[in-house]
């Protein structure tokens, strides 16, 4: 049994095209087990955490963001280091995102050509051109796990001519990426967009998985659009899909969309939700479901976070009145334990709905996770 | 050989009433060689690291400050929870300051009577009202390993009849604080204050003296006097002190101040140059002496801050270049990355002066720190 690649290899393990699968990414250092959950680490760093901490909690990779250590970050320098896991010191498996959707919600002056984008830096108000060519070239640069093209993400409304054209020219830019590719066994995964209409997503799935990428990421979801038709339009992707490749869906999500997506077939996931959260004061727990330590109640609460965690947090001995105390102190301490606790009940999360469906007992995990969370 | 006491006990090994001197302080959870220094955990807390962290990078004890956690901790709380150590999860040892120095620095609208003082929170703005026996009780509440007694610090520059009034108020403040005190095995140091006239400091240290605390420590320098003045009262002060108790000179300092002042007979530090510094950016080494993360030439720099350093940041391989690119960015990491490794340097200062002291080799060492940092 192969237990690593040289970059990126996706298993499936059991299920098919929809319903719950496992599987399991082989990559440089190892192996990921699918359902998987991966934080963002924006700039190659999950924000508060050190990488060996990310690994203490059982983070297994990082979706990081080209566009950001691009603008902000050294590549040649980080080319002649060995790339952006010898830079970050992390060994886990690393996605770069392209940047096509933080371009268009962060950058400012932007504009969507033929040739690629247009825009001026948030950081320093510099102006940069970035072509879909050119993104490939920076990721092979970082030399992460996997590389994603540059695409066009439409916004939640937006019409029906404008979500036709950014997905016409998003496949003709993967065209040109697929070209400019200099190392070809970097995992790359295409990115399915196609708006918000059902057809046009399912035509876009059909286009994207003809130019054989190694597997598929589904963007542009969660932007705004109400949840049933997220989970409509990503079951319709899925179904396009091949069975043998992934499905990552991109910046989703929680509990309760993670586990409504398994249910139809999806294998990975990154997002904010337990950083961000946790930096706000959210808590995730298997018990109370979510508690915010900003509640004046935990101000008296000699118990920790959640009885019976393994967190750092939690098996440290950490009350959540000492934790409420740091945050109201604003130390950045309360934030990295609060975040190494949601962390690793997103680990503890995806464990389970691998365990569940190894059992064929998902069916009561997603109610209790429903329960617990809502399915909103 | 003992190696432990129920909170606080300093015997001196070698040396005498000045000129460099080696001791232990046993406390509760061990032993403490001296000449020590202390980092500034000014809530429980060094900022952005964790106490097992702490622990990592040799650190043996923090200062903490009654007057920030009295105002924005839950003391009844903290007290039923077994005290500050384990609110906060700290096996070292804990020095609580009075507060007296933070009120008069921090506290807003302010009034010092016979009777203590009255101030208003910096944080939300109510209104206080503390007097030398509430400090003690409250430090006996949090249950430290060394309490301090409440003082009045004169600024610099102030007149000789406030100074003297100053010191007059504290000692009559340390007469109610002994009477005041029901934890007489918890570590009680008496703090010299006395203003910037020799013969008044050596008067206020005589009298300190009188009322038999458990060591002293030296308040009320390094506040914008000069630097030739403030070690020529520290000595007038280490020369009226009885020679086989401990000497902790509070506030102070950069690795040329506390090798000056070891070699005028000092014991224990406590600063936050080492984290408010490395939060600035500013690092110390063996080699460079002190560099700055902000430099440009860092952004280019593949190396580790120092070559050989075991601290958490330069053994764990992060580059000058990255520690600058996540500094640039605002991530927290860095800060915490750029503490450890200060505080793991003077962690090592603090060996090579009790290794240089036990060999006779102490001039060596102290020009070679004057060397790297310069006097001043």
């Known amino acids: 049994m192969a237990t690593a690649c040289s970059y990126f290899k996706f298993e499936l393990i059991q299920g098919d095209r929809t319903g719950p699968r496992l599987g399991r990414i082989l990559f440089r250092h190892g192996v990921v087990e699918t359902p998987a959950f991966f934080p963002v680490g924006t700039v190659g760093t999950v924000k508060g955490v050190s990488c060996s901490e990310l690994e203490a909690v059982g983070v297994r990779g990082m979706l990081s963001n080209a566009f950001h250590i691009y603008l902000r970050g050294n590549l040649d320098l980080i080319r002649r280091l060995g790339g952006l896991h010898n830079f970050v010191r992390f060994k886990g498996m690393i996605i770069t995102d392209s940047g096509g959707f933080h371009i268009k919600?962060?950058?400012?002056?932007?504009?969507v050509t033929p040739e690629g984008m247009q825009f001026s830096s948030p950081f320093d108000g510099s102006r940069h051109f970035l072509s879909p060519e050119e993104v490939v070239h920076i990721?092979?640069?970082?030399?992460?796990?996997?590389?994603?093209?540059?695409?066009?993400?439409p916004s939640y409304p937006e019409g029906e001519k404008e979500q036709e054209h950014a997905t016409r020219l998003t496949l003709q830019w993967y065209e040109r990426a697929q070209q400019a590719v200099k190392k070809p066994?970097?995992?790359?995964?295409?990115?399915?967009?196609?708006?918000?209409?059902?057809?046009?997503?399912?035509w876009a799935a059909r286009e994207?998985?003809?130019?054989?990428?190694?597997g598929?990421?589904?963007?542009g979801l969660s932007v705004g659009e109400p949840k049933h038709l997220t989970f409509q339009l990503l079951q319709a992707v899925n179904e396009e899909l091949p069975s043998e490749q992934i499905r990552y869906l991109m910046g989703m999500g929680k509990p309760q969309d993670i586990v409504t997506a398994v249910e139809i077939g999806t294998d990975l996931f990154d997002c904010v939700i337990p950083?961000?959260?946790?930096r706000n004061g959210t808590l995730y727990t298997w018990k109370e479901g979510v508690i915010r330590?900003?509640?004046?109640?935990?101000?008296?609460?000699p118990c920790v976070i959640e009885e019976g965690c393994r967190c750092p947090a939690c098996a440290g001995g950490y009350s959540r009145a000492f934790l409420a105390y740091l945050y109201r102190c604003g130390e950045m301490l309360a934030l990295k334990l609060l975040t190494l606790h949601n962390l690793f009940f997103f680990q503890t999360l995806m464990n389970r709905i691998r365990e569940a469906v190894k059992k064929g007992t998902f069916g009561e995990l997603k109610t209790q996770v429903l329960d617990l969370f809502g399915e909103d």
Chains 1, 2 share one sequence.
């Open 293 to 301: 330590i900003r509640n004046s109640s935990m101000k008296d609460d």
């Open 216 to 219: 598929y990421a589904i963007g």
């Open 208 to 214: 994207t998985v003809k130019f054989g990428f190694h």
């Open 139 to 153: 990721q092979e640069a970082l030399d992460s796990d996997v590389k994603l093209p540059l695409d066009v993400c």
């Open 275 to 278: 950083t961000r959260n946790a």
């Open 105 to 111: 919600s962060l950058a400012q002056h932007t504009r």
């Open 185 to 202: 066994d970097q995992g790359f995964l295409g990115i399915v967009q196609g708006g918000f209409d059902e057809a046009l997503r399912r």
